[in-house]
Protein backbone atom coordinates (compact mmCIF):
# COMPACT_ATOMS: atom_id res chain seq x y z
CA UNK A 1 0.00 0.00 0.00
CA UNK A 2 1.95 3.14 -1.28
CA UNK A 3 -1.45 5.41 -0.56
CA UNK A 4 -4.03 6.31 1.88
CA UNK A 5 -6.22 3.50 2.54
CA UNK A 6 -9.56 3.80 1.06
CA UNK A 7 -11.77 1.54 3.56
CA UNK A 8 -10.96 1.22 7.18
CA UNK A 9 -12.51 -0.75 9.50
CA UNK A 10 -12.54 0.04 13.14
CA UNK A 11 -13.66 -3.11 14.93
CA UNK A 12 -15.33 -2.35 18.40
CA UNK A 13 -16.75 1.10 19.52
CA UNK A 14 -15.92 2.41 23.04
CA UNK A 15 -13.29 5.25 24.09
CA UNK A 16 -11.00 3.66 22.11
CA UNK A 17 -12.58 2.97 18.99
CA UNK A 18 -14.46 5.85 18.75
CA UNK A 19 -11.18 8.54 19.51
CA UNK A 20 -9.37 6.38 16.82
CA UNK A 21 -12.46 6.79 13.99
CA UNK A 22 -12.30 10.47 15.07
CA UNK A 23 -8.45 11.08 14.70
CA UNK A 24 -8.29 8.67 11.38
CA UNK A 25 -11.47 11.22 9.97
CA UNK A 26 -9.39 14.42 11.45
CA UNK A 27 -6.26 13.97 9.76
CA UNK A 28 -6.94 11.63 7.13
CA UNK A 29 -10.09 13.44 5.67
CA UNK A 30 -8.32 14.90 2.95
CA UNK A 31 -7.96 11.69 1.73
CA UNK A 32 -11.72 10.86 1.47
CA UNK A 33 -11.13 8.17 3.32
CA UNK A 34 -13.92 5.73 4.02
CA UNK A 35 -14.09 4.60 7.74
CA UNK A 36 -16.60 2.13 9.24
CA UNK A 37 -16.48 1.64 12.54
CA UNK A 38 -18.35 -1.83 13.60
CA UNK A 39 -19.38 -2.85 17.19
CA UNK A 40 -22.17 -4.73 19.09
CA UNK A 41 -24.14 -2.42 21.31
CA UNK A 42 -25.76 -5.42 22.51
CA UNK A 43 -22.05 -6.63 24.52
CA UNK A 44 -21.48 -3.32 25.52
CA UNK A 45 -17.68 -1.54 26.97
CA UNK A 46 -15.74 -1.83 29.76
CA UNK A 47 -16.60 1.62 30.28
CA UNK A 48 -14.40 1.91 34.31
CA UNK A 49 -11.78 4.06 33.44
CA UNK A 50 -12.50 7.79 34.40
CA UNK A 51 -9.62 10.02 35.01
CA UNK A 52 -7.24 11.02 32.61
CA UNK A 53 -3.44 12.28 31.82
CA UNK A 54 -3.32 16.01 30.65
CA UNK A 55 -2.59 14.34 27.10
CA UNK A 56 -6.57 14.16 26.84
CA UNK A 57 -6.97 18.07 26.39
CA UNK A 58 -4.22 17.95 23.53
CA UNK A 59 -6.92 15.51 21.72
CA UNK A 60 -9.94 17.59 21.91
CA UNK A 61 -7.78 20.62 21.52
CA UNK A 62 -7.04 18.93 18.21
CA UNK A 63 -10.61 18.41 17.19
CA UNK A 64 -11.55 21.96 18.29
CA UNK A 65 -14.00 20.67 20.79
CA UNK A 66 -14.15 23.17 23.76
CA UNK A 67 -14.45 21.85 27.71
CA UNK A 68 -17.62 23.99 27.47
CA UNK A 69 -19.29 21.41 24.99
CA UNK A 70 -17.99 18.00 26.17
CA UNK A 71 -17.19 18.05 29.67
CA UNK A 72 -21.44 18.85 30.88
CA UNK A 73 -22.26 15.99 28.13
CA UNK A 74 -19.56 13.47 30.30
CA UNK A 75 -20.25 14.46 33.89
CA UNK A 76 -16.80 15.57 33.78
CA UNK A 77 -14.38 17.43 36.20
CA UNK A 78 -11.06 18.98 36.66
CA UNK A 79 -8.20 16.52 37.91
CA UNK A 80 -4.99 19.05 39.61
CA UNK A 81 -3.57 15.79 40.21
CA UNK A 82 -3.51 12.22 42.20
CA UNK A 83 -3.05 11.65 45.48
CA UNK A 84 -1.42 8.94 47.17
CA UNK A 85 -2.40 7.62 51.14
CA UNK A 86 -1.73 4.68 53.11
CA UNK A 87 1.55 3.56 50.60
CA UNK A 88 4.29 5.02 52.92
CA UNK A 89 4.16 4.50 56.37
CA UNK A 90 7.01 7.07 57.79
CA UNK A 91 5.85 9.97 59.72
CA UNK A 92 4.98 13.16 57.58
CA UNK A 93 4.93 10.81 54.51
CA UNK A 94 1.69 9.17 55.21
CA UNK A 95 0.49 10.80 51.99
CA UNK A 96 2.08 12.81 49.28
CA UNK A 97 0.56 14.54 45.95
CA UNK A 98 1.82 13.93 42.21
CA UNK A 99 1.43 17.12 40.52
CA UNK A 100 0.74 18.04 36.66
CA UNK A 101 4.37 20.33 36.38
CA UNK A 102 3.39 24.40 34.88
CA UNK A 103 4.94 27.20 34.18
CA UNK A 104 3.31 28.72 37.80
CA UNK A 105 5.57 26.21 39.33
CA UNK A 106 9.02 27.67 38.27
CA UNK A 107 11.36 28.84 40.68
CA UNK A 108 9.73 26.47 43.80
CA UNK A 109 10.15 22.96 41.53
CA UNK A 110 13.32 24.11 40.91
CA UNK A 111 13.75 24.38 44.62
CA UNK A 112 12.03 21.23 45.40
CA UNK A 113 14.49 19.44 43.32
CA UNK A 114 17.57 21.17 44.64
CA UNK A 115 16.05 19.69 48.33
CA UNK A 116 15.83 16.29 47.34
CA UNK A 117 19.24 16.04 45.98
CA UNK A 118 20.82 17.86 49.52
CA UNK A 119 18.29 15.29 51.49
CA UNK A 120 19.66 12.43 49.57
CA UNK A 121 22.97 13.41 50.21
CA UNK A 122 22.31 13.63 54.15
CA UNK A 123 21.17 17.27 54.64
CA UNK A 124 18.69 17.99 56.82
CA UNK A 125 16.28 19.58 54.84
CA UNK A 126 12.51 18.42 54.21
CA UNK A 127 12.04 18.06 50.51
CA UNK A 128 8.15 17.04 50.10
CA UNK A 129 6.40 17.72 47.07
CA UNK A 130 3.46 18.58 48.70
CA UNK A 131 4.99 22.23 49.75
CA UNK A 132 5.96 22.96 45.95
CA UNK A 133 3.50 22.52 43.59
CA UNK A 134 0.82 24.78 42.88
CA UNK A 135 -1.82 22.34 41.87
CA UNK A 136 -1.38 20.23 45.28
CA UNK A 137 -2.49 23.65 46.77
CA UNK A 138 -5.62 24.08 44.22
CA UNK A 139 -6.94 20.32 45.19
CA UNK A 140 -6.92 20.79 49.03
CA UNK A 141 -8.53 24.66 48.14
CA UNK A 142 -10.91 22.69 45.93
CA UNK A 143 -9.90 24.90 43.13
CA UNK A 144 -10.38 24.42 39.13
CA UNK A 145 -6.93 24.61 37.05
CA UNK A 146 -8.31 28.21 35.57
CA UNK A 147 -7.73 31.58 37.01
CA UNK A 148 -10.60 33.83 37.94
CA UNK A 149 -8.85 36.15 34.64
CA UNK A 150 -9.26 34.53 32.05
CA UNK A 151 -6.55 36.00 30.16
CA UNK A 152 -3.66 34.29 32.64
CA UNK A 153 -2.05 31.20 31.09
CA UNK A 154 -3.42 27.81 32.53
CA UNK A 155 -1.14 25.25 34.23
CA UNK A 156 -1.25 21.62 32.90
CA UNK A 157 -4.43 19.96 34.26
CA UNK A 158 -6.63 16.31 33.20
CA UNK A 159 -9.61 15.43 33.61
CA UNK A 160 -12.34 12.92 35.30
CA UNK A 161 -15.45 12.02 33.24
CA UNK A 162 -17.73 9.18 32.71
CA UNK A 163 -16.57 6.80 30.72
CA UNK A 164 -19.12 5.26 28.60
CA UNK A 165 -20.88 9.03 27.93
CA UNK A 166 -17.41 9.91 26.88
CA UNK A 167 -18.09 7.01 24.59
CA UNK A 168 -20.85 8.48 23.11
CA UNK A 169 -19.90 11.99 22.86
CA UNK A 170 -17.33 10.78 20.77
CA UNK A 171 -19.49 8.46 18.72
CA UNK A 172 -21.87 11.15 17.98
CA UNK A 173 -18.83 13.37 17.38
CA UNK A 174 -17.66 10.65 14.98
CA UNK A 175 -20.71 10.29 13.08
CA UNK A 176 -21.25 14.01 12.23
CA UNK A 177 -17.95 13.80 10.92
CA UNK A 178 -19.03 10.54 8.39
CA UNK A 179 -17.88 8.17 10.21
CA UNK A 180 -19.98 5.04 9.37
CA UNK A 181 -21.64 2.72 12.71
CA UNK A 182 -22.11 -0.78 11.91
CA UNK A 183 -23.82 -2.20 14.74
CA UNK A 184 -23.61 -5.67 14.36
CA UNK A 185 -21.08 -9.31 15.69
CA UNK A 186 -18.33 -10.51 13.59
CA UNK A 187 -18.43 -14.19 12.48
CA UNK A 188 -15.57 -14.61 10.58
CA UNK A 189 -12.15 -13.35 9.76
CA UNK A 190 -10.94 -14.08 6.24
CA UNK A 191 -6.65 -13.05 5.51
CA UNK A 192 -5.54 -13.41 2.08
CA UNK A 193 -2.45 -15.17 0.92
CA UNK A 194 -0.16 -12.75 2.08
CA UNK A 195 -1.67 -13.01 5.36
CA UNK A 196 -3.54 -9.50 5.70
CA UNK A 197 -7.03 -9.34 6.87
CA UNK A 198 -9.52 -8.87 4.21
CA UNK A 199 -12.82 -9.57 4.81
CA UNK A 200 -14.73 -9.76 7.87
CA UNK A 201 -17.75 -11.43 8.31
CA UNK A 202 -20.77 -10.15 9.70
CA UNK A 203 -23.87 -11.42 11.13
CA UNK A 204 -26.27 -9.39 9.48
CA UNK A 205 -24.39 -7.11 7.10
CA UNK A 206 -22.46 -9.69 5.17
CA UNK A 207 -18.83 -9.49 3.89
CA UNK A 208 -16.95 -6.09 5.08
CA UNK A 209 -13.83 -5.69 2.83
CA UNK A 210 -11.15 -3.09 4.08
CA UNK A 211 -7.39 -2.15 3.53
CA UNK A 212 -6.81 -1.04 6.74
CA UNK A 213 -8.22 -2.53 10.02
CA UNK A 214 -8.05 -0.98 13.44
CA UNK A 215 -8.53 -3.75 16.59
CA UNK A 216 -10.36 -1.72 19.15
CA UNK A 217 -12.26 -5.57 20.31
CA UNK A 218 -10.57 -5.67 23.96
CA UNK A 219 -9.72 -7.95 25.85
CA UNK A 220 -9.75 -11.08 23.46
CA UNK A 221 -7.77 -9.17 20.33
CA UNK A 222 -10.46 -10.83 17.63
CA UNK A 223 -7.82 -9.40 14.64
CA UNK A 224 -4.27 -8.62 16.30
CA UNK A 225 -4.16 -12.19 18.72
CA UNK A 226 -6.96 -14.44 17.58
CA UNK A 227 -6.38 -13.88 13.86
CA UNK A 228 -2.47 -12.48 13.35
CA UNK A 229 -1.28 -14.95 15.96
CA UNK A 230 0.21 -11.91 18.84
CA UNK A 231 0.34 -13.10 21.78
CA UNK A 232 0.03 -11.07 25.24
CA UNK A 233 3.36 -11.12 27.17
CA UNK A 234 2.72 -11.09 30.88
CA UNK A 235 3.67 -8.86 33.03
CA UNK A 236 2.13 -10.49 36.45
CA UNK A 237 5.44 -10.94 37.52
CA UNK A 238 6.13 -7.18 37.70
CA UNK A 239 2.72 -5.96 38.44
CA UNK A 240 0.92 -8.43 40.68
CA UNK A 241 -2.44 -6.64 40.50
CA UNK A 242 -4.86 -8.64 37.66
CA UNK A 243 -8.91 -7.68 39.29
CA UNK A 244 -10.84 -4.82 40.65
CA UNK A 245 -14.51 -4.27 41.62
CA UNK A 246 -16.44 -0.61 40.96
CA UNK A 247 -19.13 1.03 43.10
CA UNK A 248 -20.62 4.12 42.00
CA UNK A 249 -21.83 6.20 44.62
CA UNK A 250 -23.65 9.63 45.04
CA UNK A 251 -21.39 12.69 45.31
CA UNK A 252 -22.78 15.53 48.67
CA UNK A 253 -24.66 18.28 47.59
CA UNK A 254 -21.98 20.88 48.72
CA UNK A 255 -20.22 24.35 47.71
CA UNK A 256 -17.09 21.98 47.13
CA UNK A 257 -15.93 20.15 44.52
CA UNK A 258 -12.39 17.90 45.14
CA UNK A 259 -10.06 18.08 42.19
CA UNK A 260 -8.05 15.06 42.48
CA UNK A 261 -7.69 11.40 42.14
CA UNK A 262 -8.02 9.50 45.66
CA UNK A 263 -5.75 6.36 45.01
CA UNK A 264 -5.69 4.81 48.69
CA UNK A 265 -3.73 2.05 49.63
CA UNK A 266 -6.04 -0.51 51.34
CA UNK A 267 -4.93 -4.59 52.26
CA UNK A 268 -3.86 -6.27 49.15
CA UNK A 269 -4.19 -3.23 46.80
CA UNK A 270 -5.43 0.14 46.49
CA UNK A 271 -8.87 1.98 46.14
CA UNK A 272 -9.98 5.08 43.44
CA UNK A 273 -11.81 8.15 44.17
CA UNK A 274 -12.93 9.42 41.36
CA UNK A 275 -15.28 12.44 41.89
CA UNK A 276 -17.15 13.57 38.89
CA UNK A 277 -19.83 16.54 38.34
CA UNK A 278 -22.71 13.98 39.88
CA UNK A 279 -21.49 11.00 41.28
CA UNK A 280 -18.07 9.51 42.85
CA UNK A 281 -16.68 6.46 40.73
CA UNK A 282 -14.67 4.48 43.35
CA UNK A 283 -12.89 1.19 42.68
CA UNK A 284 -10.65 -1.66 44.41
CA UNK A 285 -7.73 -3.11 42.23
CA UNK A 286 -5.75 -5.75 44.07
CA UNK A 287 -4.20 -9.25 43.18
CA UNK A 288 -6.87 -12.42 43.32
CA UNK A 289 -3.47 -14.45 44.62
CA UNK A 290 -4.40 -12.59 47.91
CA UNK A 291 -7.94 -11.97 48.22
CA UNK A 292 -10.91 -13.37 46.31
CA UNK A 293 -13.78 -11.13 44.53
CA UNK A 294 -16.35 -11.22 47.59
CA UNK A 295 -13.58 -10.36 49.97
CA UNK A 296 -12.38 -7.61 47.56
CA UNK A 297 -16.18 -6.47 47.89
CA UNK A 298 -16.55 -6.46 51.01
CA UNK A 299 -13.65 -4.63 52.13
CA UNK A 300 -14.53 -1.76 49.09
CA UNK A 301 -18.27 -1.24 50.73
CA UNK A 302 -16.62 -1.36 54.46
CA UNK A 303 -14.28 1.81 53.18
CA UNK A 304 -17.71 2.82 51.63
CA UNK A 305 -19.81 2.46 54.24
CA UNK A 306 -23.93 3.19 54.13
CA UNK A 307 -23.16 5.42 50.58
CA UNK A 308 -22.20 1.83 48.76
CA UNK A 309 -25.48 0.56 50.44
CA UNK A 310 -28.19 -1.00 47.46
CA UNK A 311 -25.37 0.35 44.75
CA UNK A 312 -24.21 -2.29 42.55
CA UNK A 313 -20.72 -3.67 41.91
CA UNK A 314 -18.92 -4.42 38.67
CA UNK A 315 -16.25 -6.80 38.68
CA UNK A 316 -13.08 -6.81 36.25
CA UNK A 317 -10.19 -9.13 35.60
CA UNK A 318 -7.47 -9.10 33.50
CA UNK A 319 -3.53 -9.99 32.66
CA UNK A 320 -1.19 -7.52 32.77
CA UNK A 321 0.94 -7.32 29.63
CA UNK A 322 1.29 -6.37 25.88
CA UNK A 323 1.50 -7.74 23.00
CA UNK A 324 4.75 -7.77 20.91
CA UNK A 325 3.55 -6.14 17.58
CA UNK A 326 0.97 -3.58 18.20
CA UNK A 327 0.89 -3.02 14.47
CA UNK A 328 1.29 -5.88 12.30
CA UNK A 329 0.13 -6.59 8.46
CA UNK A 330 -2.43 -4.22 7.59
CA UNK A 331 -4.04 -4.05 10.94
CA UNK A 332 -3.05 -1.98 14.19
CA UNK A 333 -4.35 -2.85 18.05
CA UNK A 334 -5.73 0.10 19.83
CA UNK A 335 -6.67 0.21 23.30
CA UNK A 336 -7.41 -3.26 25.31
CA UNK A 337 -6.05 -5.52 22.27
CA UNK A 338 -2.93 -4.46 22.79
CA UNK A 339 -2.56 -4.90 26.32
CA UNK A 340 -2.97 -3.57 29.76
CA UNK A 341 -1.51 -2.74 32.93
CA UNK A 342 -3.78 -1.40 35.60
CA UNK A 343 -5.33 1.95 36.67
CA UNK A 344 -3.27 3.39 38.91
CA UNK A 345 -1.96 6.60 37.19
CA UNK A 346 -4.89 6.69 34.65
CA UNK A 347 -2.29 5.72 32.29
CA UNK A 348 -3.92 3.54 29.44
CA UNK A 349 -6.36 6.51 28.00
CA UNK A 350 -3.17 7.78 27.13
CA UNK A 351 -1.45 4.71 25.79
CA UNK A 352 -4.28 4.79 23.48
CA UNK A 353 -4.67 8.15 22.27
CA UNK A 354 -0.24 7.94 21.74
CA UNK A 355 -1.10 4.55 19.85
CA UNK A 356 -3.70 6.55 17.34
CA UNK A 357 -1.47 9.48 17.06
CA UNK A 358 1.71 7.94 16.53
CA UNK A 359 0.16 5.38 13.99
CA UNK A 360 -1.30 7.97 11.87
CA UNK A 361 1.88 10.21 12.17
CA UNK A 362 3.77 7.17 11.11
CA UNK A 363 1.84 5.38 7.98
CA UNK A 364 1.52 8.86 6.35
CA UNK A 365 4.90 9.96 7.20
CA UNK A 366 5.72 6.96 5.38
CA UNK A 367 3.84 6.83 2.25
CA UNK A 368 1.14 4.53 3.59
CA UNK A 369 3.88 1.45 3.73
CA UNK A 370 4.82 -0.74 6.77
CA UNK A 371 8.59 -0.14 6.17
CA UNK A 372 8.13 2.09 9.42
CA UNK A 373 6.14 -0.89 11.59
CA UNK A 374 9.33 -2.37 13.48
CA UNK A 375 10.32 1.48 14.28
CA UNK A 376 6.09 2.01 15.73
CA UNK A 377 6.19 -0.98 17.63
CA UNK A 378 9.36 -0.11 19.61
CA UNK A 379 7.93 2.99 19.94
CA UNK A 380 4.79 2.34 21.70
CA UNK A 381 6.51 -1.34 23.67
CA UNK A 382 8.87 1.53 25.32
CA UNK A 383 6.27 3.47 26.14
CA UNK A 384 3.98 0.85 27.69
CA UNK A 385 7.34 -0.82 30.03
CA UNK A 386 8.32 2.57 30.75
CA UNK A 387 4.70 2.82 32.15
CA UNK A 388 4.97 -0.49 33.61
CA UNK A 389 8.32 0.42 35.47
CA UNK A 390 6.88 3.47 36.90
CA UNK A 391 3.88 1.94 38.54
CA UNK A 392 5.84 -1.32 39.58
CA UNK A 393 7.97 1.45 41.39
CA UNK A 394 4.75 2.85 43.65
CA UNK A 395 4.67 -0.85 45.16
CA UNK A 396 8.29 -1.42 45.44
CA UNK A 397 8.56 1.39 47.29
CA UNK A 398 5.79 1.02 49.38
CA UNK A 399 6.54 0.87 53.57
CA UNK A 400 3.51 -1.34 54.84
CA UNK A 401 4.06 -4.13 57.25
CA UNK A 402 0.22 -5.38 57.38
CA UNK A 403 -0.36 -8.08 54.78
CA UNK A 404 2.45 -10.17 52.15
CA UNK A 405 1.02 -8.28 49.58
CA UNK A 406 2.44 -5.42 50.63
CA UNK A 407 5.79 -7.18 51.50
CA UNK A 408 5.73 -9.01 49.08
CA UNK A 409 5.78 -6.03 46.56
CA UNK A 410 8.98 -4.81 48.29
CA UNK A 411 10.44 -7.43 48.29
CA UNK A 412 9.87 -8.89 44.31
CA UNK A 413 13.23 -8.47 42.59
CA UNK A 414 11.56 -8.59 39.07
CA UNK A 415 12.64 -5.30 38.03
CA UNK A 416 13.86 -3.80 34.79
CA UNK A 417 17.18 -2.98 34.50
CA UNK A 418 15.93 0.67 33.55
CA UNK A 419 13.51 0.82 36.87
CA UNK A 420 16.48 -1.11 38.78
CA UNK A 421 19.27 1.92 37.52
CA UNK A 422 16.62 4.66 38.71
CA UNK A 423 16.43 3.08 41.97
CA UNK A 424 20.14 2.72 42.48
CA UNK A 425 20.99 6.05 41.00
CA UNK A 426 18.37 7.64 43.46
CA UNK A 427 19.43 5.54 46.61
CA UNK A 428 23.43 6.72 45.22
CA UNK A 429 25.08 10.01 45.28
CA UNK A 430 24.86 9.85 41.75
CA UNK A 431 23.60 12.87 39.63
CA UNK A 432 20.00 11.40 39.05
CA UNK A 433 19.10 14.18 36.63
CA UNK A 434 22.22 12.55 34.80
CA UNK A 435 20.67 8.91 35.65
CA UNK A 436 16.98 9.73 34.27
CA UNK A 437 18.75 11.35 30.98
CA UNK A 438 20.67 8.20 30.54
CA UNK A 439 17.42 6.07 30.23
CA UNK A 440 15.33 8.78 29.22
CA UNK A 441 14.13 7.01 25.37
CA UNK A 442 12.52 3.97 28.03
CA UNK A 443 10.88 6.57 30.38
CA UNK A 444 6.97 7.20 29.93
CA UNK A 445 7.14 9.38 32.89
CA UNK A 446 9.52 12.54 33.18
CA UNK A 447 11.48 14.38 35.92
CA UNK A 448 8.70 15.79 38.14
CA UNK A 449 7.21 12.50 38.21
CA UNK A 450 9.91 10.57 39.48
CA UNK A 451 11.23 13.50 42.18
CA UNK A 452 7.90 13.32 43.64
CA UNK A 453 6.98 9.58 44.14
CA UNK A 454 10.52 8.88 45.30
CA UNK A 455 10.24 11.79 47.70
CA UNK A 456 7.13 11.47 48.66
CA UNK A 457 8.07 7.85 50.05
CA UNK A 458 10.53 9.19 51.94
CA UNK A 459 13.10 7.86 50.15
CA UNK A 460 16.08 9.01 51.40
CA UNK A 461 17.62 6.11 53.73
CA UNK A 462 18.69 6.42 56.86
CA UNK A 463 17.99 10.23 56.77
CA UNK A 464 14.27 9.61 56.74
CA UNK A 465 13.59 10.23 59.98
CA UNK A 466 10.76 12.62 61.18
CA UNK A 467 13.29 15.03 62.67
CA UNK A 468 14.49 16.36 59.26
CA UNK A 469 11.09 16.44 58.13
CA UNK A 470 9.97 19.52 60.57
CA UNK A 471 8.38 22.51 58.43
CA UNK A 472 11.26 24.33 57.73
CA UNK A 473 11.29 28.24 56.76
CA UNK A 474 11.97 27.04 53.19
CA UNK A 475 8.91 24.83 52.90
CA UNK A 476 7.23 27.66 54.90
CA UNK A 477 7.96 30.19 52.41
CA UNK A 478 7.59 27.63 49.20
CA UNK A 479 4.16 26.65 50.95
CA UNK A 480 2.94 30.11 51.20
CA UNK A 481 4.00 30.95 47.56
CA UNK A 482 1.65 28.22 45.85
CA UNK A 483 -1.14 29.63 48.20
CA UNK A 484 -1.08 32.78 47.19
CA UNK A 485 -1.29 31.32 43.71
CA UNK A 486 -3.72 29.11 44.07
CA UNK A 487 -5.57 31.93 45.57
CA UNK A 488 -6.14 33.17 41.71
CA UNK A 489 -8.06 30.32 40.95
CA UNK A 490 -11.57 29.49 40.86
CA UNK A 491 -13.28 27.36 43.13
CA UNK A 492 -13.72 24.27 41.15
CA UNK A 493 -17.79 23.70 41.85
CA UNK A 494 -18.22 27.32 40.65
CA UNK A 495 -16.43 27.20 37.82
CA UNK A 496 -18.13 24.20 36.57
CA UNK A 497 -21.81 25.40 37.44
CA UNK A 498 -21.14 28.62 35.35
CA UNK A 499 -21.08 26.42 31.92
CA UNK A 500 -23.28 23.17 33.12
CA UNK A 501 -25.71 25.52 33.58
CA UNK A 502 -25.06 27.28 30.04
CA UNK A 503 -25.60 23.82 28.70
CA UNK A 504 -28.31 23.28 30.12
CA UNK A 505 -29.72 26.21 28.69
CA UNK A 506 -28.61 25.14 25.14
CA UNK A 507 -30.16 22.14 25.44
CA UNK A 508 -33.79 23.54 26.64
CA UNK A 509 -33.32 26.18 24.05
Known amino acids: MNSAPEHIIILGGGTAGWMAANLMMHRWGRYSPRISLIESTKLGTVGVGEGSTPYLK ?36 ESYFHP ?16 CNERRNGTKVRAHPDDFFVSAALAEQFRAPKYKEAELSEPVYAYHFDAELLGRFLRTLALESGVNHIDDQVTQVVQDKQG ?101 EQELRELLGDKADGKKALHLNWTPGRIE ?15 FLEPLEAPMLFIVQKSIERFIDCFEQSG ?26 HYALNTREDTAYWQDNRNNQNRSDVLNNILVGWNSKTNFDQVLHDNMDKLAYLKTSWYCMLAGKAQFGVSATSEHDQI ?3 SQLARSNRDKEAAHFALHRAYLDSFYTLNDQKSVG
Request: proline fraction near 4%; aromatic fraction near 12%; hydrophobic fraction near 35%.
Open 196 to 296: NIAILHTQTHGPLRGDLFVDCSGFKGLLIQQTLGEELISYKKQLFNDSAVAIQTDIEECSQLSSETISKALKHGWVWQIPLHNRFGNGYVYCSDYINEQQA
Open 100 to 115: FYSDQDGPQAKQFFSL
Open 368 to 393: FNRAIQPAYNQEINNMIDGTRDYLQA
Open 58 to 93: EFFDTLGIPESTWMPACNATYKCGIRFPGWCTKPGY
Open 472 to 474: SSI
Open 325 to 339: QHWKQNCVAIGLSQG
